[in-house]
C-alpha cells in the first residue's frame, strides 16, 4: 500500500484547508484511516480516524472543527479543517491499517498564520 497526502499549506487564522491522501497499490481490506500530525518540537499525534468508513474518532482539540472522510471508490481519505488556529500549524501524515499491517504516507505541511 502506497499514500499520498496532499492538500498542505499557508491559510489564515479561521480559515479552511483539505487534506486528501490516496491510497494505491493492494488496497483491499484497509479498515482503518487515520490523520496524525506533527508540530515543531513536538510527538507525532493522532488527529482523526475512521473505521470501516462509517465510525469516526477525533482528538479533542479538533473536534467540531475537523471532519474525516473516506472515498471509497477513488480510494482516498479526506480531511477537512475548518476554524483553523495557529497551534494546527503541523505537518500532517495520513496512515493505513490493513491486516495488522501499518503504513504511513509523506507529511503535508500546514502553516496557519495572522
Known amino acids: 500500500v502506497q499514500l499520498q497526502a496532499y492538500g498542505g499549506g499557508l491559510v489564515q487564522v479561521g480559515g479552511s484547508l483539505r487534506l486528501s491522501c490516496a491510497a494505491s497499490g493492494s488496497t483491499f481490506s484497509i479498515n482503518v484511516f487515520s490523520w496524525y500530525r506533527q508540530a515543531p518540537g513536538k510527538e507525532r499525534e493522532l488527529v482523526a480516524l475512521?473505521?470501516?468508513?462509517?465510525?469516526?474518532q477525533y482528538a479533542e482539540p479538533v473536534k467540531g472543527r475537523f471532519t474525516i472522510s473516506t472515498d471509497n471508490l477513488e480510494n482516498t481519505v479526506y480531511l477537512q479543517m475548518n476554524s483553523l488556529k495557529f497551534e494546527d500549524t503541523a505537518v500532517y501524515y495520513c496512515y493505513a491499517k490493513q491486516n495488522g499491517m501499518s503504513y504511513w504516507g509523506q507529511g503535508t505541511l500546514v502553516t496557519v498564520s495572522s
Open positions: 475512521i473505521l470501516s468508513g462509517v465510525t469516526t
